[in-house]
């Protein structure tokens, strides 16, 4: 399979790249760094990088900026950020690379726990992480004769909790979470939201 992966760089995707590289043919790409550039908060920026592309067999997007901070000083600008970013990001993915996906290919996008688990904090993040959830539930259904369409949700990832210097015991690893993405990418379902936690504990 041709695979690009949107957020190649970061902490998780650059594992799904590891992960994914022995058996496909893997595109990274990153906002500043990568085979290609993109910015998920400009339409423009997406659809250049399709263009450049051009045709895939799978699309992964590990990326999407959101803020994390108490309600009362979430400012317009941050749930800006989150929306515009996290949610309509992902939103333009499908909604311009499915015209670059060949047929019967894989769009895989990132939700979160905040989405089912929220914390004190989380409104943006897990307003966004719902949005994207409903988001791909509704989408499936339209495109289910063109393509597949899932999101995975992961748990804290244990590198980033390990950086921010808290209990990372909880967490799981951006490795661990990279096996989740290659299932999904690769098997058959579509309209799912597959928690992190819940498919690894099944194996």
Known sequence: MKIAVIGATGTIGRKVCERLKTDHDVIQVGYKSGDYHVDIADKASITHLFEQLGNVDAIICTTGLSAFAPLQELTDEQFELSFNNKVMGQINILRIGQHHLRTGGVIVLTTGVLADHPIPGSAATSA???????????????????????????????????????????????ADTATVYEKVVTGSLSGQIIDVRNALSQE
């Open 128 to 174: 966004a992480n719902g949005a994207v959830n409903a988001f791909v539930k509704a989408a499936a259904l339209e495109l289910k004769d063109k393509l597949r369409i899932n999101a995975v949700s992961p748990a804290f990832i244990t590198e980033s909790l390990q950086a921010m210097g808290v209990d990372s015991s909880q967490g799981v690893s951006a």
